[in-house]
């Protein structure tokens, strides 16, 4: 005969033992503090319009004094206005700046052509009042000179730039070339400076903090 089992036999084993406790959990590390959000792009229609704006002006500036130029001057004509600073000497230029590539008329007016397109892409993004008046000069100049290019003799798409205001030791240059000139300025103090095209505003704490999250 087999010995009658003890009471404590028949408990089962899990009963005699205690719970085990769940071991302790590391302190969490704090949550990481979310960055900043970016400011949404304002394209609202005052920047739209403030862009037309310059660009109309810019444009219409310039097709108004070549149109003063060649129905009051002839070609090769010098007209002293501040003497020794400033003249208008009526030229009609084939080529670029400083006369480069005066055999390349075409290629110029597709670059222009070109570049009005690619700033008139980039409005969806414009979200800065100073971008506004940078890309309005940079298209009216655009345009200004492309319309001499499309229109002007000898032939459509070929025709010569008309250029007047003369500095000394300096290229003679018309009002479209002083547009984009000043907007190419505009632009690179923009940048320098840290604002987006969407008016976004891009500072060392920024980078900084950008840096320590990746």
Known sequence: MTDAPSPDATQPADATQPAPQPAPQPA??????????????????????????????????????????????TEGERIPVLPPLLHWYYIRNSGAAFSIGENITWVFTIIMAAVSVAILLQLRKLGSAWWALALGLLLGGALGNLTDRLFREPSFAMGHVVDFIQLPNFAIFNIADSAVVSSVVLICLLTLRGISLDGTRHTKDTKDAVEHDV
Do not use: I, N
Not at 33 to 44: I, L
């Open 28 to 73: 969490t590390q704090p949550a990481r503090a979310a960055a900043p959000a970016t400011r949404p792009v304002a394209r609202s229609p005052r920047l739209l319009w403030l862009f037309a704006a310059f660009a109309v002006f810019a444009y219409v500036f310039d097709q108004l004094t070549k149109l003063w130029v060649t129905g009051t001057m």
